[in-house]
């Protein structure tokens, strides 16, 4: 069985321009989270879906920050413009259930660089 | 709102030798409670977790953990390193009240030399 996928494993952009990350889940599962990594920082959460839906948006930093799960597959998240502080490791993850003690099946992360 | 504390940046041990990494949790009910692993160019890789019941917890390639309500621990161990055990450790806890956030601390960075 297919793990989580995340493309492209390392993008560097220069400040203001727009990239786009695309995850896609372990087939079945319908929670997609996204989570970031700033450098030697904790990961911290940005969003969840449940299937195509937004089930919390809480911990995306702002509105540059726009991320869609078409149809309740695979998931993209686009950084428009980028910013130096947005860079870091975007980490997506899929689980088959939110409740309780279910892990979270990470992929390997997106590394960002922006200059 | 839930937080984790790894206090070490780093944690050097010989191959052989026991190996301890720290967590303290912090939640406002009861907590789920991971570690994770990452190698070198590689994802996030579960190891083990607590959910409930026994206080040790055995996970992957001969790690456990326990669970300490008191101190608000989850310290992961194992008894004896392998350099292969050279890698990133994150400790996470879910609060059973606000159950699909997970929250992460900052990592553990552990070198086993040989």
């Known amino acids: 069985e297919a793990g989580v996928t995340q493309f492209p494993s390392h993008s560097v952009i220069e400040k203001g321009q727009t990239v786009t990350l695309r995850c896609d889940p372990i087939s079945g599962h319908d929670n997609l989270y996204w989570y970031r990594r700033v450098m030697g920082k904790e990961i911290k959460f940005l969003l969840h879906?449940?299937?195509?839906?937004?089930?919390?948006e809480s911990g995306m930093p702002n509105n540059r920050f726009l991320a869609e799960r078409t149809g309740g597959t695979y998931s993209t998240l686009k950084v428009q413009p980028a910013e130096l502080e947005d860079s870091g490791v975007y980490f997506c993850?899929?689980?088959?259930?939110?409740?309780?003690?279910?892990?979270?099946?990470f992929g390997e992360g997106s590394r960002l660089t922006v200059l | 709102a839930q937080s984790v504390a790894q206090p070490e940046d780093q944690v050097n041990v010989a191959e052989g030798n026991p190996l301890t990494v720290k967590c303290t949790y912090s939640?406002?009910?009861?907590?789920?409670l991971f570690w994770y692993v990452q190698y070198p160019n590689r994802g996030l890789q579960f190891l083990l977790k607590?959910?409930?019941?026994?206080?040790l917890v055995k996970g992957s390639y001969g790690f456990e953990a326990e669970f300490n309500k008191s101190q608000t621990s989850f310290h992961l161990k194992k008894p004896s390193a392998l350099v292969s055990d050279s890698a990133l450790y994150f400790c996470a806890v879910r609060d059973m009240s606000n159950d699909y956030k997970l929250s992460f601390g900052a990592g553990t960075t552990v070198t086993v030399r040989a």
């Open positions: 607590y959910i409930t019941g026994d206080n």
């Open positions: 879906f449940v299937k195509e839906s937004k089930q919390d």
């Open positions: 939640v406002s009910g009861n907590p789920y």
């Open positions: 993850a899929s689980s088959q259930t939110f409740l309780g003690g279910g892990e979270l099946f």
